[in-house]
């Protein structure tokens, strides 16, 4: 049994089910049996066994890793915010005014 820290996927119990089929094609057999054990006594997702075993499967078979690196930049974290807003006297809206009327929402107001 794998601790998580001896994982090849970083952060490998955040990654949506999506993401983890497309990374252990990065893994060769051995990673991916480390992988799949942690799988099994932790989580034991269905699809996610399943998706393992198949690509454990087809690594034994002759199958090679996809090229790709495990640990490479995921696309699933929103990058970090640029800084400063752009909001402005220039982008902000009209101000807004109450109807001439009253305003319907204040009760001190005749409509």
Same mark, same amino acid.
């Given at each position: ?42 989580? /034991? ?60 929402? /204040? ?5």
């Amino acid at each position: 049994m794998s601790e998580r820290t001896d994982l090849p996927l970083p952060d490998y119990d955040h990654l949506p089910v999506g993401s983890l089929t497309s990374r252990i094609r990065t893994l060769d057999a051995d990673g991916l049996q480390t992988v799949l054990s942690y799988e099994k006594s932790h989580a /034991n997702r269905i699809q996610v066994v399943q998706a393992m075993s198949h690509r454990l499967g087809e690594l034994r078979s002759g199958a090679q890793p996809s090229g790709g690196d495990p640990a490479a930049a995921q696309p699933e974290h929103a990058p970090a915010a640029a800084g400063g807003s752009e909001v402005s006297e220039a982008t902000s809206g009209p101000p807004i005014n109450p109807p001439s009327h009253g305003d319907p929402t /204040n009760p001190a107001q005749p409509r």
